[in-house]
């Protein structure tokens, strides 16, 4: 079946860098685009950007300057890198695989929440 | 961007009632919208999508509507396990955006 599970640390200092890999099961990256979303605690949701299926990548400007996604299909694994990471970024981050078709999201990881703290 | 306000934000009802929730995007999106379920522990799930379309395994229940700017969440015959936070999405252009959230207790 189809799964996604975030995974990276839960505590990054401030200035820092954010690394997070999304592992997928059930569906390749090859036939479906796989997005981040963020959540901070309490708030709502904020897109932050997609890995096309041709490995191409579109983000949210908000956040261009500082995200970067990539990918290995070979270990179906997504990976999220957000530099000069501030309080603002304490949230819980989520992969989601969308439809294909359309940028609707059918699967979820259950999100992985981050800190930022010296 | 596009702005999805999103209303109310809390909602009290009991098992049995409907309810309904606003979702009202900034400029029209025809019908790009989504909705989902949000609950503590479990994955968000997709309920609705193209305004109306229900997802494969959301119970009937649900429905929603609109299109345009306008679109609705409806809910009847309330069952404990609908009491979450529900979001609505427009995917019509990018910076896909999402409505605040509204909560749904039990009253």
């Known amino acids: 079946q189809v799964q996604l599970k975030e995974s990276g640390p839960g505590l990054v200092q401030p200035s820092q860098t954010l690394s997070l890999t999304c592992t997928v099961s059930?569906?390749?990256?090859?036939?479906?685009?796989v997005h981040w979303v963020r959540q901070p605690t309490g708030k709502g949701l904020e897109w932050m950007g997609v890995?096309?299926?041709?490995?191409?990548?579109d983000y949210n400007s908000a956040l261009k300057s500082r995200l970067s996604i990539s990918r290995d299909t070979s270990k179906s694994q997504v990976f999220l890198k957000m530099n000069s990471l501030q309080t603002e970024d304490i949230a819980t981050y989520y992969c989601?695989?969308?439809?294909?078709?359309?940028?609707?999201?059918?699967?979820w990881g259950q999100g992985v929440m981050v800190t930022v703290s010296s | 961007d596009v702005q999805m306000t999103q209303s109310p934000s809390y909602l009290a009802a009991s098992p049995g009632e409907s309810v309904f929730i606003s979702c009202k995007a900034s400029?029209?999106?025809?019908?790009?919208l989504a909705w989902y379920q949000q609950k503590p522990g479990e994955a968000n799930k997709l309920l609705i999508y193209?305004?109306?379309t229900l997802q494969s395994g959301t119970p009937s229940r649900f429905s929603g509507s609109g299109s345009g700017t306008d679109f609705t969440l409806t809910i009847r015959n309330l069952e404990p396990e609908d009491f979450a936070v529900y979001y609505c999405?427009?995917?019509?252009?990018?910076?896909?955006?999402f409505g605040s959230g509204t909560k749904l207790e039990i009253k």
């Open positions: 059930g569906f390749s990256l090859t036939s479906y685009n």
């Open positions: 999405q427009q995917y019509y252009e990018k910076p896909l955006t």
């Open positions: 989601a695989r969308d439809n294909s078709d359309s940028y609707y999201f059918d699967y």
């Open positions: 193209s305004g109306s």
């Open positions: 890995i096309w299926t041709g490995g191409s990548t």
């Open positions: 400029k029209s999106i025809s019908n790009y």
